[in-house]
């Protein structure tokens, strides 16, 4: 849905191959999840899940550490996230974009924690 409703006016906007990857690839991932979550066995869809998770997190990481270097102001770099929170608040950009870095890095960490590690460590040591 999302796909379609962000690619299609990209279509008729003038970027028309932009908009049709964005189309093509929502509809045929979103159906692909649809057929796993609706077919494959209980297994592969906690596989995937995870899968598609830690990939989000560790992008979404990436972005954030971007951010940092951003905030940094270095080369005239563009606004962003960081700079507003610190015209708002008095408190410089990188220390926003570090304590954001910072939190996605401690919830990844986290979430692999419970979903791998942790049931491992229950199956080598039960109680």
Do not use: C
Request: charged share 5%; no cysteine.
């Amino acid at each position: 849905f999302f796909s379609v409703r962000y690619g299609a006016p990209t279509i008729f906007a003038g970027e028309v191959g932009a908009g049709l990857l964005t189309v093509v690839s929502g509809l045929v991932f979103g159906g692909v999840l649809l057929w796993v979550a609706l077919r494959a066995r209980p297994g592969w869809v906690f596989f995937l899940l995870h899968l598609l998770a830690i990939q989000a997190a560790l992008a979404a990481l990436s972005d954030l550490i971007g951010l940092v270097g951003l905030s940094a102001q270095f080369f005239n770099a563009p606004a962003n996230d960081a700079q507003s929170m610190a015209a708002i608040t008095f408190i410089p950009a990188v220390f926003w974009a570090i304590l954001w870095a910072a939190a996605a890095f401690v919830l990844i960490g986290g979430a692999v924690w419970q979903a791998w590690i942790r049931p491992a460590m229950q199956k080598l040591n039960p109680e």
